[in-house]
């Protein structure tokens, strides 16, 4: 049996630091860098979910792939129209992903830091809530639960929505858990004064922005301010983006040697829950009415077998409780 | 001849901010050619305050104040009949003040109305946070249209009038679906109507939980469920709401089911 009433792997524990280049920054402005690749259907829900941002002063810093600079400008223009922010568009021929959101980081002026992507909806108060709570505790980035929106299709340019699925946060702050659930990358803001010298910089061309090492290194290095309650970002799973990623490999690395090797099983249990949890996700999306049967089945079998709801049962493991 | 679609707002203590931005996504949706926009405003609040407001971000518009509430519903008939008595106007939407329209927002709510032979509702999608309830992607019917930004048509209005005076607030757009879905109208959504208006984060009011409730119990008794009248008239009572009566009315016919969705009125999607 294994029991993690403490997080499952352990972190560097570094307090938030003072950052040397502060003085540098706007205080108070929160930059959320966007990135908008070449098939970008949703960007335009995208735009319109950051113009009723209740979060002010706010400026946004869409990156693009081979797209025209009027055409997002022009986009930007519009929203902006409706309820005021600063925005820049920064087009980047010839370059990775990396490279062209690490430009769009050296470009951005605002204390917090935020990254979105065009297939990503931002509910009107997240910011707000994710800002409340750094400010109340020390802590150098927060973050929030979050949604993950499967569509059926696009109908008349317009997405349909089949289902939601709400990925709350759990508490306390598990890095192996972070590591294999990998939140989307909207549900998290930095605050660059508390980070130190840590470098911010993204290393991934590929996959989904949230795979890249440098959540999990914040992660690793810095405690998080939780935003608990309803999840306030959304990941809108087009298509290609249908079957979710498995993790990538934990990270190479002497300080997280040991904690993998000491926390084997832990690993191995959150894993399967990962890989079991999209399994079900497929399953539900492929063939619905068979999932609801083997749903209905399995809850009758966990009922009879311990007595606890399958929910319970799956909670109960997913914390480490037998 | 010209044709003209009318915004109806009902104000109740809204906020400057509030009011400004409604006028900025008025101003920034775009219709077609030949159809003009005319905004009506009927102000609830207790103040004529936001009448000044209005008149500084365009003036010489329709307003009216009376110095009282008289709820959504009544508001709402006042502007529709204001409205519908020009020859050119075919469409009132009503908006919620809270509300930011997405600029194509009233290009398509009219499209979906212009494709559809009969229709007689249709409402903007919620965004970003959408109500789970089931709709058919491609026929676009859906089992009711929310009154948060709703198109209703000239044909609708004739044939049946605007929202039923009985409900205060709340509820009284299901029943003007179902009135509208037995009259043989249809009701549809205009998926890319985008309509930006979040209601989750809001904090939990009594006022606003006694009106759900209370209207509620009135929807479920003009329609016959009265077990679930019971249920809402219960927690009504249970959270301290002042007593009343439902009357004796002659059931009309609900979709089948709608009651078993509880609030939802109708299958979710999530």
New interface residues.
């Given amino acids: 049996m294994v029991t993690t009433e403490t997080p499952s792997l352990q972190r560097l524990e570094c307090e938030p630091l003072s950052n040397p280049q502060a003085s540098s920054l706007t205080s108070e402005l929160l930059t959320i860098i966007l990135w908008v690749d070449d098939g970008a259907q949703l960007l335009d ?1 995208c735009l ?2 950051m ?2 941002q209740n979060y002010r002063p706010l400026e946004l810093i869409a990156v693009a792939a081979g797209r025209d600079r009027e055409f997002l400008g022009g986009m930007l223009e ?1 929203y902006s ?3 005021p922010f600063d925005h820049r568009v920064l087009v980047e021929q010839g370059v990775g992903r990396a490279e062209a959101m690490n430009a769009a980081i050296e470009h951005a002026r605002g204390q917090y830091l935020a990254f979105v992507t065009a297939d990503q ?5 997240h910011y707000v809530r994710l800002l409340q709570e750094l400010s109340e505790v020390p802590a150098a980035w927060a973050i929030s639960g979050f949604v993950r929106a499967y569509l ?2 696009m ?11 709400e990925h709350p946060l759990r508490e306390p702050f598990d890095l192996l858990w972070f590591h294999y659930n990998r939140p989307i990358c909207s549900s998290v803001v930095i605050d660059r004064t508390r980070i130190g010298k840590f470098q911010l910089a993204l290393t991934n061309n590929q996959g989904p922005i949230e795979n890249d090492p440098l959540f999990f290194k914040l992660a690793a290095v810095f405690e998080p301010a939780i935003v608990k309650g ?1 999840p ?1 970002c ?1 990941q809108r799973m087009t298509r290609s983006r249908a079957v979710l990623e498995a993790a990538p490999e934990l990270p190479n690395g002497q300080m997280l040697g040991s904690a993998r090797e000491l926390n084997g099983a832990v690993a191995l249990r959150l894993r399967t829950l990962a890989a079991v949890d999209r399994a079900k996700t497929q399953l539900r999306l492929r063939w619905p009415r068979l999932y609801w049967v083997a749903k209905e089945i399995s809850n009758w079998g966990s009922k009879v077998v311990s007595g606890r709801s399958l929910r319970d049962n799956f909670d109960r493991l997913s914390r480490g409780r037998s | 001849m010209s044709k003209a679609i009318a915004l109806g707002v009902v104000l109740f203590n809204n906020s400057t901010h509030e009011v400004c ?1 409604l006028v ?2 008025f101003t ?1 949706n775009r219709v077609p050619g030949d159809v003009r926009q005319e905004w009506f405003w009927w102000d609830n609040s207790g103040t004529d305050r936001l009448r000044r407001e209005l008149e500084q971000t365009r003036p010489g518009q329709r307003y009216w104040w009376t110095g009282t509430n008289v709820g959504f519903s009544v508001a709402h008939n006042r502007l529709m009949r204001e409205a519908f008595s020009r020859d050119e106007c075919l469409w009132y939407v009503c908006v919620n003040p809270d509300a ?1 329209l ?2 194509r927002c009233l290009l398509e709510l009219i499209q979906v109305a212009g494709r559809e032979p009969r229709a007689g509702l249709v409402e903007a ?1 919620l ?4 109500h ?1 309830k089931q709709y058919d ?2 026929t676009l019917k859906t089992a009711w249209c929310s009154g948060c930004v709703l198109l209703v048509t000239r044909a609708l209005y004739e044939a049946i009038g605007g929202f039923d005076e009985n409900f205060f607030i709340y509820c009284e757009d299901v029943d003007l679906s179902w009135r509208a879905q037995a009259a043989g109208f249809k009701t549809l959504i205009a ?2 109507a ?1 309509v ?1 208006h ?1 209601a ?2 809001r904090p939990i009011l009594k006022e606003r939980e006694l009106a759900v409730r209370r209207s509620a119990a009135y929807l479920a008794n003009k329609y016959g469920a009265t077990e679930f009248a019971r249920r809402m008239l219960t927690e009504y009572q249970s959270l301290g709401g002042p007593s009343f009566e439902l009357s004796k009315l002659s059931p009309k016919k609900a979709p089948h089911g709608s009651f078993q969705h509880l609030l939802r009125f109708s299958e979710s ?2």
Avoid: C, M, N, T
């Fill in positions: 829900q319109f979910s113009a009723g519009e129209g409706l309820e909806v931002v509910y009107p108060d059926a299709q109908v008349r340019g317009s997405p349909f929505i089949r289902w939601k699925q309803i306030s959304e | 931005r900025r996504a920034a930011l997405h600029p999608r965004f970003p946070d959408e789970p992607p491609i998926p890319a985008l930006h979040y989750q984060g999607r999530w």
